[in-house]
Each structure stands twice: as C-alpha cells, then as structure tokens.
C-alpha cells in the first residue's frame, strides 16, 4: 500500500513539472504554425508563376500582332516566323504545341460591314479563337473605320499548368487578345 501511494506521489510529482515545464513550448509552436506558413509560401509562389505566365501571355500576343502590323505585305513564311517568334516568347515555361493556340486574324470594314479576310493559327490546343467567330461583340467598328479599312487582331489561348495543381488554381485557360492597324499596307491577302 506504501508503495502504491508513493509511486502516485513520484507520477503526480512529475506531472506537475511536465505542465511547468517549457522546453517544449518553441516546438509546439512551430508545428503548430508550420502549416500556415508552408500553405502562405507555396500560394505565393503559385500567385507569383500564375502572373509572370499571364504577363509572359500579353507580351507574346502585343508581339505577333506589332510584327505582323509593320509588315508591308504578308506571306506564308512570313506568318511561319511571327509564330515560331510566339513560342520563343514563352520562356522560362516549357511550352509545346499542346499548351496553346494563336490565331492572327485581318478584318477589313467593307461598307461598314466588318469582314474577317483571313485567319492564320499555330498550335493545337483545342480551344477556337473568339475573334472570327463574334466579331460585332469583340471589335469596336471605330477601330477599323473609313480612315483606317483594315486590323490586324491577335488572339492566344494557352493552358496554364500550376505547379501544385488542386492547392490553390487548378488548370486554367487564359485568353488575351490585341489590335492593330496595319502600318504599310491594308494586309487583308496572305501571298504564298
């Protein structure tokens, strides 16, 4: 029976030192902490990809639009190099074909009838162009009036990929799209 009580004493001795004590109290609260700051660095990461993929976007469609406006007339291989220079634009990201889609497109203003002349397109993501399809909702008549008859218009789609897919994104499409008047000619034929 002494024993008994004693070892009650010796357990209720080093139960009230274990709540005293505070080694432990650093790393209860790292792990209690750790997941809140490992959740904030990866959704900064994927907030900061997810940006730089959509700025990496807007540069290349400005740039095959820009390029194809400043030609004086327009041919296959002409159309050919403006698309290779889009996957060019791309980088850090590992891009193929699959990943996106780009479509140029001349619309001239006949009679104050928007008309789409032709349609170029490079990659094969299956996604068709909004452009070609809705005109009289996506383009404004005032950019293409009598003054200036003709627009060059970009448009891409590409797949954005997170890294950490579920988490915070999941995968996405993201459209841009960019207008621009010819500079040296109507461009509204392609010459093999």
């Keep these: 029976m002494m024993f008994r009580i004693a070892?009650?004493?010796?357990i209720g001795r080093r139960l009230r030192g274990f709540l005293r004590g505070r080694r432990a109290v650093s790393a209860l609260e790292f792990a209690l902490l750790a997941p809140v700051i490992l959740l904030l660095l990866m959704g900064g990461f994927e907030?900061?990809?997810l940006y730089l993929f959509t700025t990496?976007?807007?540069?290349?469609v400005v740039s095959i639009g820009d390029v194809t406006a400043r030609l004086p007339e327009v041919t296959e291989s002409d159309l050919v190099d403006?698309?290779?220079?889009?996957?060019?634009l791309g980088s850090p990201f590992e891009l193929s074909a699959s990943d996106y889609r780009i479509y140029l497109v001349s619309i001239?203003?006949?009679?104050?009838?928007l008309t789409v002349n032709w349609v170029r397109d490079h990659g094969s993501l299956a996604e068709d162009g909004r452009l070609a399809d809705n005109l009289e909702t996506l383009v404004d008549p005032n950019?293409?009036?009598e003054e200036f008859d003709s627009l060059i218009a970009s448009e891409a789609v590409f797949r954005y990929e997170p890294v950490f897919p579920g988490f915070l994104f999941d995968e996405r499409r993201i459209y841009?799209?960019?207008?621009f008047r010819p500079r040296l000619g109507r461009l509204t034929t392609v010459s093999p």
């Design 7 to 10: 070892s009650l004493f010796r």
């Design 47 to 49: 907030m900061f990809r």
């Design 56 to 60: 990496k976007v807007d540069r290349a």
């Design 82 to 88: 403006i698309f290779e220079l889009a996957g060019e």
């Design 108 to 113: 001239s203003n006949d009679d104050d009838d």
């Design 143 to 145: 950019l293409v009036s």
């Design 176 to 179: 841009r799209n960019a207008f």
